[in-house]
């Protein structure tokens, strides 16, 4: 099952990774992802990738980004700003890792439950993506909203909005360059 959002000018698109019969798990992924962006762009899409990896859909000027956990798939795209999307869902080696990836402030507000410690994985994560800025330094050039409820985050100084869902089953993360226009 596919759920799609709309959320101001992003279109986000999630679906459960259904692995069939002698189908790797990388297969499934990306035969799922294809699914999300034929199902929001039509069938004829298809993908590039910039030698930072990032994807990009070929003869188009829409913004992609592409993310998948364990289980899950998920999409965003927008025709307005570079975004960022991750998807992850709940895991242990999060708190071994955290103080690689963020500064003593934002342990003190996210590393407090793991729920909130996934929250700004993710968000790192969908901030790097967003930023198309190869070799930032999590710790340093991506800075997380604090307090976490903030809809603000910041990657070498530029200012960007984030949101965060969160479900049972995965925690997601948007994040979208602000235009200076915006501000």
Do not use: C
């Not at 000018?9 to 459960?16: I, P």
């Not at 297969?27 to 990738?49: P, Q």
């Not at 965003?76 to 992850?88: C, F, L, Q």
């Not at 710790?139 to 910041?154: G, H, K, M, W």
Request: negative net charge; aromatic residues 4%.
């Amino acid at each position: 099952m596919t759920v799609k959002l709309s959320l101001n000018d992003m279109t986000l698109l999630v679906a459960e990774i259904d692995n069939r019969e002698g189908e790797t798990r990388r297969d499934a992924e990306k035969r799922v992802t294809m699914s999300l962006i034929h199902d929001a762009l039509g069938a004829g899409t298809t993908l590039g990738h910039h030698e930072s990896g990032a994807p990009y859909v070929i003869g188009s000027d829409i913004n992609i980004s592409i993310s998948h956990s364990r289980h899950y798939a998920a999409i965003a795209i927008s025709a307005a700003s570079h975004i960022g999307i991750d998807i992850e869902e709940q895991r242990q080696q999060l708190r071994r890792v955290a103080h690689r990836v963020m500064s003593e402030a934002e342990l003190k507000s996210y590393a407090i439950t793991d729920p909130l410690l996934l929250q700004a994985w993710t968000l790192k994560e969908a901030l790097y993506k967003a930023a198309l800025t190869p070799g930032l330094d999590f710790r340093r050039d991506i800075v997380l909203p604090l307090p976490p409820a903030s809809p603000t985050a910041f990657v070498s100084g530029r200012a960007y909005s984030v949101e965060t869902l969160v479900t049972n089953g995965y925690t997601l993360a948007l994040a979208k360059v602000i235009n200076m226009l915006e501000q």
